[in-house]
């Protein structure tokens, strides 16, 4: 059915169990799990959703942000809230989520919002650990072990935050400022992309490895990992572009078909799929 029905402003997905997560700017969240044709899960958790969805390792729990400045964790299965810190506008409009993240254990919830601050909550206690200042973009991700953040600053720099030590860890300066920030999915690089191009950094040093500058176009709107882990695909308004791992090496480009995207997309094992301004999800031929 089609569930959104407007443009799709969000997308989670997780390789491990399969579950797919996606929402609007209506505030509905709809959820698909492994062996549903159909999601299996439709409910709307507060206000309109901009890019803040996350979803934990296994996709049992899910990770809502809104532009009320709300944020909720709820179960895949039931829309069950497990941590909920509601705020109402206009009050709850200065920050307004962009990207929320649960830890690989879901003892941490941390988000990023307008106002720059990046807040970082312990989901066990029902309360807010700490909030650090001059962050921005929709980069957001913990490492495998929970123990690292990853985000950007307000300058499109990327930043790895040691959550044991309270520490930045130090990364190259980038020639091509970001918007969003991933690990790849063995956690030993950070890819970021940005409008005018891509930038492949390395974690056990912070040392940029790799680099590809867009040429024309539209410009680079998104970026996400294949499920083995051998290519990144970054897309634009028209076409997605896919680079091989970790030398940034061309693959191919093609035209997705997805009307207007915003970037939000996923790479699962039956192919890229793209959201588009008319509710759906496009998938990409191989």
């Not at 990770?63 to 709300?70: K, T």
């Not at 830890?103 to 919002?113: F, Q």
């Not at 974690?203 to 294949?226: E, H, L, M, N, Q």
């Not at 997309?265 to 301004?277: D, H, K, P, Q, V």
Request: glycine share 12%; charged share 15%; aromatic share 6%.
């Amino acid at each position: 059915p089609h569930v959104h029905e407007g443009p799709i402003t969000a997308v989670a997905y997780d390789p491990l169990s399969g579950v797919v997560a996606t929402a609007d700017n209506s505030g509905v969240v709809a959820v698909t799990r492994r062996g549903e044709t159909t999601p299996g899960l439709i409910f709307t958790p507060g206000g309109p959703i901009q890019g803040a969805l996350s979803l934990i390792r296994g996709g049992t729990l899910l990770a809502v942000g809104d532009d009320y400045g709300s944020v909720g964790v709820y179960k895949t299965d039931s829309g069950t809230p497990i941590f909920q810190e509601f705020r109402e506008l206009p009050g709850g409009a200065v920050r307004a989520m962009r990207a929320v993240c649960l830890s690989p254990t879901g003892e941490k919830l941390a988000s990023i919002a307008v106002d720059g601050l990046l807040r970082l909550w312990d989901i066990s206690q029902k309360e807010r650990i700490t909030a650090w200042r001059g962050f921005g973009g929709t980069a957001l991700a913990f490492d495998r072990d929970g123990d690292r953040l990853l985000c950007l600053n307000e300058q499109g720099q990327p930043c790895l935050a040691d959550l044991t030590t309270q520490s930045a860890i130090a990364l190259d300066h980038l020639k091509h400022p970001a918007q969003n920030a991933i690990f790849n999915r063995s956690n030993t690089h950070i890819v970021c992309a940005g409008p005018s191009g891509i930038s492949l950094l390395r974690v056990a040093d912070g040392k940029a490895c790799a680099s590809f500058a867009a040429k024309g176009g539209s410009g680079i709107v998104g970026v996400t990992i294949s499920p083995d882990d051998t290519q990144v695909a970054v897309l634009t308004k028209r076409s997605v572009h896919a680079f091989f791992l970790p030398d940034l090496s061309p693959n191919y480009s093609k035209k997705h078909g997805a009307p207007l995207p915003s970037g939000y997309a996923y790479w699962g094992t039956n192919g890229l799929r793209i959201a588009g301004n008319d509710g759906r999800l496009h998938q990409v031929g191989q």
